[in-house]
């Protein structure tokens, strides 16, 4: 399986961004998709997860109330909505396949990451 995340780039703070994850090489929708992000210098944290349905999210503490899952079974592409972004929301963000625990080591496929950078 193969995943190519896209979207990031330089927001300012307070706006908004919309990363996608395109996977190709499994059936899309027999899998739980999550999303996590590495600050620099810091360990990789999970930011959110979506059943394979879609109709189940869980979401970190700091991404509660501001970003948003969601997926496109036809697509094969899940989306991670930001919005209110904070500089401390500067990270690289991963997509990975197959669980919608917060560990990552319960997931099998990784992306590359895409870069978000959020100045204040």
């Known amino acids: 399986v193969q995943l190519q995340a896209s979207g990031g780039g330089l927001v300012q703070a307070g706006g908004f961004l919309r990363l996608t994850c395109a996977i190709s090489?499994?059936?899309?929708?027999?899998?739980?998709m999550g999303w996590f992000r590495q600050a620099p210098g810091k360990e990789r944290e999970f930011v959110g997860a979506?059943?394979?349905?879609?109709?189940?999210?869980n979401y970190a503490d700091s991404a509660k109330d501001r970003f948003t899952i969601s997926r496109d079974n036809a697509k094969n592409t899940v989306y991670l909505r930001m919005n209110s972004l904070k500089s401390e929301d500067t990270a690289v963000y991963y997509c990975?396949?197959?669980?919608?625990?917060?560990?990552?080591?319960?997931?099998?496929?990784w992306g590359q990451g895409t870069l978000v950078t959020v100045s204040s």
């Open positions: 990975a396949v197959g669980s919608t625990s917060p560990w990552a080591k319960d997931y099998t496929n």
């Open positions: 979506i059943s394979r349905s879609g109709s189940s999210t």
């Open positions: 090489g499994r059936t899309f929708r027999w899998y739980s």
